[in-house]
């Protein structure tokens, strides 16, 4: 069932993207009476699942999901039509219409694309609005656990005052992606500030280690199940740890700590138990466990015993307009610098770039239409950075030729363009083998 579930979103998103960005190029082409031949979601290799033909233009579902397309008459694209090309040009045709409305038909899918996404934030502001923990309220820091950080000089208990100098307000979900964008971030350790210089190489470190968030939230150590195999058969479900042979625990890191420190011994104990303080006496084992499993306390849990404040801030529909708007730069702003760090040889983040199994498994295994929207709208931004690279075969190849063409007063030649197009869509397959190749890779290496 996880598995439909994940399937269900990846597709769905997949085919929204695809659909509106071809509409992007669809509409203006009609526009300026353009003729589209075709309009396909996925790729019809020989075949397709499904198409029927409306008017001039043939509408159909491919069986392979790689993206999808249309097909505008007149025009060096991916088909390489040579025989039509090598016809008497037609007032219908690409290649006929000014320099500006071949423009405005290239750059219609990537405006979809980036249209799209602010939508998409601006909604989810209204709906959803922003939950957060100010990040003043994290009065005992917060916890580091992942190898990475550690190696980097982090450590439970820091807290984390400004990120490549620009002050932390509120601790939400975008902290952990700062973090990994970040040069250098400045801390609280003891009363004492310090600025950590994040490693050049760190998003290929990161890699390495198991995965999981660089920082959350401490948490307190509360009881989930206990096993039978448990010399502690007198701890229950839902108990909250608050002391161990007699030094107070707030935290499950400092239960942990203290927990190792007594192995193979028998301790006092103090639990929250039916909201009453409740001693009891506990068998430590060899290794340092109680041998019971942890359970997970939600947000509203931990604000109603008193460790957090959970502040949700709501927005009316015109309140979340330029909310939306500042999502939407933040991630595009945000996006941009992670291609920076790909292009960059010394942050080896090239070797976490993905293909279509690094999509898919984005997507959460339980259905959420907020962290669909979320992730869809950030896959926007992606396809439409992507799509505005000047490699020949993406659209902003063909803006490319057209700038210069429009600055130069001169067209490229039709040759000249069908050579250029052969070399785009030689980079384009070696891009995708490349990204694919290592979703391959991580899947049997395990990282």
Do not use: C
């Amino acid at each position: 069932m996880d598995i439909v579930i994940k399937l269900s979103q990846f597709l769905l998103s997949l085919s929204l993207l695809i659909i509106l960005h071809e509409l992007g190029h669809f509409i203006p082409a009609k526009l300026f009476k353009t003729r589209v031949e075709k309009f396909y979601l996925f790729f019809d290799v020989k075949y397709s699942l499904f198409k029927k033909k409306i008017g001039e233009t043939e509408y159909g579902i491919g069986w392979l999901p790689l993206g999808g397309y249309v097909k505008i008459s007149g025009m060096i694209d991916e088909s390489m039509d040579k025989e039509q090309m090598a016809l008497p040009p037609q007032p219908w045709e690409f290649r006929t219409k000014p320099a500006w409305q071949r423009l405005i038909i290239m750059l219609g899918g990537v405006t979809v694309n980036f249209i799209l996404a602010f939508i998409i934030y601006i909604g989810m502001a209204f709906a959803y609005g922003d939950t957060y923990i100010a990040n003043a309220d994290l009065k005992d820091g917060v916890l580091i656990e992942n190898p990475a950080m550690l190696k980097a000089g982090f450590k439970t208990g820091d807290k984390i005052i400004s990120i490549d100098g620009k002050s932390v307000e509120n601790f939400d979900k975008d902290m952990n992606i700062n973090i990994i964008m970040a040069k250098h971030v400045l801390i609280e350790r003891n009363g004492q500030q310090q600025t950590i210089t994040m490693p050049t190489d760190f998003v290929d470190q990161l890699s390495k280690t198991e995965k999981g968030i660089l920082i959350d939230i401490r948490r307190p150590f509360a009881i989930g199940k206990v096993t039978e195999e448990s010399a502690n058969q007198n701890l229950k479900a839902k108990d909250l740890i608050l002391s161990l042979n007699g030094q107070k625990v707030k935290y499950f890191d400092e239960a942990k700590a203290v927990l190792l420190a007594n192995k193979g011994k028998e301790i006092p104990a103090v639990v929250l138990r039916d909201l009453k303080e409740t001693p009891l006496t506990l068998k430590v084992s060899p290794k340092g466990t109680l041998d019971v499993f942890a359970g997970g306390l939600d947000m509203k849990s931990l604000e109603k015993l008193g460790y957090y404040k959970i502040s949700t801030k709501e927005y009316g529909f015109f309140e979340s307009i330029p909310v939306g708007l500042e999502k939407g730069k933040d991630q595009l702003v945000s996006y941009g610098k992670q291609l920076k760090m790909i292009f960059n040889p010394e942050t080896k983040a090239y070797k976490q770039v993905g293909g279509f199994a690094a999509i898919y498994n984005i997507f959460p295994s339980s259905w959420s239409w907020e962290v669909f929207w979320s992730i869809t709208a950030l896959l926007s931004i992606m396809l439409g950075v992507m799509n505005l690279l000047p490699i020949p075969a993406l659209d902003g190849g063909h803006v490319m030729f057209l700038l210069y063409e429009i600055v130069s007063g001169k067209k490229p030649s039709d040759k000249f363009l069908e050579n250029a197009q052969m070399v785009g869509f030689v980079l384009l397959i070696s891009l995708l083998l490349f990204a694919n190749g290592n979703d391959i890779y991580k899947a049997i290496v395990g990282k």
